[in-house]
């Protein structure tokens, strides 16, 4: 009986305890989710053939491809021979829409729509010129003809007799023959011809959108294409983009050179800037990430990617601040500085020596992610020089 009452006062007494705790309301945390402002998916490394190699493609402006590597060369590309693609996981940016996208198999035959239009403007200028001629022979022989008969008391000292103008009936002879030559019909004709055929080449709409600007921004399309052989081809389409915004922008492209009678499998819109691969609402296999996730993301594949090496502190170009791709004054931001790095890659403090560094200068440095220093394949602090100049090509 004394065990029974010792046991039921041993339970009564840790209910007592425990009813406080019971009785206090639960605690909620406010703190709003960490923002996911950053993307982890799959792009593509352009590369093109030079000599025996396939070198990647680190800009693309006024139809000329700026070459990565020592030399930095720029080609243009109708002299580029062999373009390759090859996928590679990268990070990003919030996505940029790309959206309503459209694209249209038509006949080029640009060479004889061209020579159709040269004939047609040479014979316009022929005919002009016989018109032009007929009325300067005709203004001739009537101030000859009038000038004899014309009264001199009519005119003012000086003033020439005024000549007659022919009647349209005067020219209608010579203009027989021009408007045969010009014949507005027998031309629309030969260049609805040249336009029949089988589609040789593929046009692309779409229109782009961002919640941040995007200057010089460039578009890649990869179109995968059937011959009637069966072959099975990857070509690209590359598009200059002056201006993204929230604006939505139309965009065009056409790729010409195509085989005939194409079929086109798939398409897949590319968009860059100063080389760097920006996400899109087409890249594929997206993963949203926080900063934090970013920065764990850049330190791992800072130290597989280079096992046992020591290396200084780098800048991840390809997640620069919105505020880099969107200036259009690069050389405004030439400030040359030191920074500090920890071992996560974040920037704990700048030096820019005796030069005064604006805030937005300062704020876009302390933004930046960067890969961080590695001692013999271990993430640790260190110092850079950086210049935010150096990401514009």
């Known amino acids: 009986m004394n065990r029974r009452l010792t046991l039921f006062r041993l339970v009564l007494l840790g209910a007592v305890c425990l009813s406080p705790a019971l009785a206090q309301p639960r605690s909620i945390s406010s703190r709003p989710a960490p923002e996911r402002n950053y993307r982890l998916f799959v792009g593509i490394d352009v590369k093109v053939r030079q000599g ?3 070198v990647n493609v680190a800009n693309f402006e006024n139809q000329r491809l700026q070459l990565a590597g020592e030399a930095e060369e720029n080609v243009s590309l109708r002299s580029i021979e062999e373009v390759k693609f090859v996928h590679a ?6 996505p940029v829409t790309i959206a309503e996208v459209n694209s249209e198999r038509i006949v080029d035959n640009a060479a004889d729509r061209m020579e159709t239009l040269r004939s047609q403007a040479g014979l316009l ?28 008391g009519d005119l003012a000292p000086g003033q020439l007799p005024e000549p007659e103008r022919p009647t349209p009936t005067a020219l209608a002879d010579r203009e027989v023959r021009t408007d045969q030559l010009t014949d507005s019909t027998f031309y629309s004709d030969r260049l609805n011809d040249a336009m029949r055929g089988d589609p040789d080449a593929l046009e692309i709409t779409a229109t782009v959108q961002s919640d941040y600007a995007v200057r010089d921004a460039y578009m890649v399309g990869v179109a995968r294409v059937r011959d009637q052989e069966g072959e099975v081809t990857d070509v690209l389409i590359f598009q200059e983009i002056p201006v993204v915004d929230q604006r939505p922008r139309e965009i065009y492209a056409k790729r010409t050179g195509l085989p005939e009678d ?6 897949k819109l590319h968009l860059y800037h100063e080389g760097m691969e920006l996400t899109t609402s087409e890249s594929e296999k997206q993963f949203a990430l926080t900063r934090e996730e970013a920065l764990e993301y ?15 502190p780098e800048p991840v170009w390809a997640l620069a601040p919105s505020e880099l791709l969107s200036t259009d004054r690069p050389d405004n931001l030439d400030f040359p500085m030191m920074v500090k790095v920890d071992q996560r ?4 403090a700048m030096d820019a020596g005796n030069q005064i560094v604006p805030a937005h200068v300062a704020a876009i440095v302390e933004e930046l992610i960067f890969y961080p220093a590695l001692a013999n394949g271990v993430a640790v602090a260190g110092t850079a020089e950086i210049n935010l100049r150096e990401y514009f090509r």
């Open 298 to 312: 850049v330190s791992l594949e800072r130290v597989s990617s280079n096992r046992g090496k020591t290396l200084p």
């Open 125 to 152: 200028t022929y005919g002009q010129d016989r018109q032009d001629f007929a009325l300067a022979e005709a203004v001739a022989i009537g101030q000859l003809e009038n000038f004899g008969n014309t009264n001199e």
């Open 89 to 94: 996981t990268k990070l990003g940016r919030a």
């Open 345 to 348: 890659g974040q920037v704990t």
């Open 262 to 267: 194409f079929e086109l499998l798939e398409l």
């Open 52 to 54: 025996t190699e396939m």
